[in-house]
Nanobody, 123 residues
Framework: QVQLVESGGGLVQAGGSLRLSCTAS????????MGWFRQAPGKEREFVAS???????TIYANHAKGRFTISRDNEATVYLQMNNLQPEDTAAYYC?????????????????WGQGTQVTVSS
C-alpha cells in the first residue's frame, strides 16, 4: 500500500504560478510511474501529466504543454510546476502512482491516488 499526500494548492491570480507536491509513504517510490490529474466541479477527471518510474519519459496533456512541468526528486516526492495559470485551470489536482508502469494518461492504469489539493485561479 502506498499513501500519497498532495500539497501546494491555493488561490492565485491569472498568470501566476504554483508548485504542487506529492509525497509518497514508501521509499520504493522509485519503482512507480507517477501522474497528475485534475477534476473541476461538474466535470470528469482529466489527465494533466505523467512521469515514468525512471524519470526518463514524460507525457503532458495538450492543455499542460509549455506551461506545466512534472518532475521527481530522489526521495519520495513528485512535483507539478504550473506556470501561467488561467481560470480554466481551477480544479482539484490529484497525484497517482502506477507500480512498475510506464508513464500513462489513463487514470485506470494507476494503482494509488492521493486525496487532492485545490487550485483556484482568479481572473
Amino acid at each position: 500500500q502506498v499513501q500519497l499526500v498532495e500539497s501546494g494548492g491555493g488561490l492565485v491570480q491569472a498568470g501566476g504560478s504554483l508548485r504542487l507536491s506529492c509525497t509518497a509513504s514508501r521509499r520504493t517510490f522509485s519503482t512507480y510511474a507517477m501522474g497528475w490529474f485534475r477534476q473541476a466541479p461538474g466535470k470528469e477527471r482529466e489527465f494533466v501529466a505523467s512521469l515514468s518510474s525512471t524519470g526518463g519519459n514524460t507525457i503532458y496533456a495538450n492543455h499542460a504543454k509549455g506551461r506545466f512541468t512534472i518532475s521527481r526528486d530522489n526521495e519520495a516526492t513528485v512535483y507539478l510546476q504550473m506556470n501561467n495559470l488561467q481560470p480554466e485551470d481551477t480544479a482539484a489536482y490529484y497525484c497517482a502512482a502506477r507500480f512498475r508502469g510506464a508513464a500513462s494518461s489513463w487514470a485506470t492504469n494507476y494503482d494509488y491516488w492521493g486525496q487532492g489539493t485545490q487550485v483556484t485561479v482568479s481572473s
